[in-house]
């Protein structure tokens, strides 16, 4: 049987596909990158969503201005701390792990208060966290 050498240059380009994947269940909502779950893209309390509600991670998307979108690093920014306002408001701590650029976030309303607690509690339990905090800044 005779071998094919242009096999190559009679290919024919991929058909455009009409499955979604799943990706218009919540349109302008997010897939967490710590724990994989669909984050819906309105969030009480907060005109932009930046974090996931179950597990507080992040993404590195924005860059000076909330909700801009501007950052090219798009790096996972697990939670490390929390902060309080002085008029009461809670904001999660948040580190790159990719170029280690610190941001400041606000809560949302449908946070995951336990998460919250835990993450507000963790300096208590373990004082090399704070020490590395003030190392950082």
Do not use: Y
């Amino acid at each position: 049987m005779p071998r094919r050498n242009n096999h190559r240059d009679r290919r024919r380009g991929q058909r455009h596909k009409d499955v979604g994947h799943g990706h218009d269940r919540h349109p302008g909502g997010f897939r967490c990158a710590g724990c994989r779950l669909d984050v819906p893209a309105t969030a009480p309390g907060t005109a932009h969503r930046n974090h996931c509600p179950h597990c507080l991670a992040s993404l590195h998307v924005d860059r000076r201005v909330p909700g801009d979108r501007a950052a090219s690093c798009r790096g996972r920014m697990p939670p490390l701390s929390t902060s309080v306002r002085p008029d009461g408001e809670w904001l999660l701590i948040h580190q790159c792990v990719a170029c280690g650029e610190l941001s400041a976030n606000r809560i949302a309303g449908d946070d995951n208060a336990l998460a919250l607690l835990r993450l507000a509690l963790k300096p208590l339990c373990d004082t090399g966290v704070a020490t590395r905090m003030v190392l950082t800044l």
